[in-house]
């Protein structure tokens, strides 16, 4: 196996951020006790293998992310196929999944980063063999098209996984990057060693006032419709649950968050945290007229958990890792939001 290998060290920030306004009281909400077998952490020396299950990436669009993951003090390997190109997948169907089969299998590799999102993990997660990857969990890391492999993994083996940036958003130029690239990319570091991870974002007059202790699952809103019914479809009940997505008409939100609410994802929920929603304009003449804040709202009326809106997860900047499958702490008052592992 032909690889490249590289080492890595840095440290982490947490996002905060503030406002005001709210919904209801502050009731309690049931409590998950057990969370999912959390991989081990990485120490300085270990491995993180890169791939590109998805979309497409060359490996000179990699490097500023292997040389950062270098300077953290991690060894890397790339799969065998990056640079490959198959239209805009990063490889035939075929060659995706080997890459991911053979850094699911490798014992050196402690962790998995996809180097992008796009499309067409769906197309090959019923090809993979988890055998190994569940006697021997590893961190697998990404976001977008990669809440595909989250949501499955969640549903399948209880092993947790790392929603977070990826390679395509690491700046070529570290010296020159602003504070939320730096804070956000360093979240990633945190996540993977084990350091607790604690954030906030600013009180909304939509937010609906609460806490709850329990297992944070998630993704993109998109993936996570599509997966209903399917072998990958996510539980939820008694969790809380992280939704984000781009790119849709609000037509299109809304009919997610139906499809949500009537396959019973919303029902028994500990908590909802809504991240970005980067939208298409409505067509000019058949304009929606409900925001992202109505439609939500409207699907959540007659439950009593919190709720809270613009959090600092999606695809944006503010776009900071958190742990699918390990126990959080989530409280909505006042003053805002907060998220921390526990």
């Known amino acids: 196996m032909d690889r490249k290998h590289f080492i890595s060290s840095l440290v982490t920030a947490?996002?905060?951020?503030?406002?005001?306004?709210?919904?209801?009281?502050?009731?309690?909400?049931?409590?998950?006790?057990?969370?999912?077998?959390?991989?081990?952490?990485?120490?300085?020396?270990?491995?993180i293998g890169i791939i590109s299950p998805s979309g497409y990436m060359s490996l000179a669009e990699i490097l500023p992310a292997m040389q950062l993951m270098q300077s953290w003090g991690f060894n890397i390997a790339i799969g065998d196929n990056t640079g490959k190109k198959d239209f805009t997948y990063g490889g035939t169907d075929e060659e995706r999944t080997a890459d991911l089969q053979q850094m699911l299998d490798d014992p050196e590799v402690k962790a998995v980063m996809c180097a992008r999102g796009g499309y067409g993990l769906v197309r090959v997660i019923d090809r993979l063999n988890f055998k190994y990857?569940?006697?021997?969990?590893?961190?697998?890391?990404?976001?977008?098209?990669?809440?595909?492999?989250?949501?499955?993994?969640?549903?399948?083996?209880?092993?947790?996984?790392?929603?977070?940036?990826?390679?395509?958003?690491?700046?070529?130029?570290?010296?020159?990057?602003?504070?939320?690239?730096?804070?956000?990319?360093?979240?990633?570091?945190?996540?993977?060693?084990?350091?607790?991870?604690?954030y906030s974002s600013p009180a909304v007059a939509q937010n609906r006032y609460g806490k709850a202790e329990a297992i944070l699952v998630g993704g993109n809103l998109s993936l996570i419709a599509t997966l209903s019914g399917t072998p990958s479809d996510l539980r939820t009940d008694g969790k809380i649950l992280f939704v984000e997505d781009t790119h849709e008409y609000l037509y299109n939100i809304d009919r997610m968050f139906w499809n949500l609410k009537q396959s019973g994802k919303l029902s028994n929920l500990a908590g909802l945290i809504i991240g970005g929603f980067q939208l298409k304009p409505d067509i000019e003449g058949e304009e929606f007229g409900h925001t992202i804040y109505d439609i939500v709202t409207e699907k959540v009326k007659e439950y009593t958990y919190p709720v809270c809106f613009?959090?600092?997860?999606?695809?944006?900047?503010?776009?900071?890792?958190?742990?699918?499958?390990?126990?959080?702490?989530?409280?909505?008052?006042?003053?805002?939001?907060?998220?921390?592992?526990?």
């Open 14 to 47: 947490g996002a905060v951020l503030s406002t005001s306004g709210a919904w209801a009281n502050m009731p309690e909400h049931p409590v998950a006790k057990a969370g999912h077998q959390i991989p081990p952490y990485l120490k300085p020396g270990d491995t």
């Open 310 to 342: 613009d959090f600092p997860v999606g695809h944006q900047k503010n776009n900071f890792a958190l742990k699918c499958g390990a126990l959080h702490a989530f409280e909505v008052n006042a003053e805002g939001s907060t998220l921390k592992t526990i």
């Open 133 to 198: 990857f569940k006697k021997h969990p590893k961190w697998l890391i990404g976001f977008s098209d990669i809440t595909a492999l989250h949501c499955h993994i969640n549903r399948n083996f209880g092993i947790a996984t790392i929603h977070s940036k990826m390679c395509n958003s690491f700046p070529d130029d570290w010296t020159k990057a602003d504070a939320m690239q730096v804070a956000t990319i360093q979240s990633i570091r945190q996540a993977l060693t084990g350091e607790n991870l604690s």
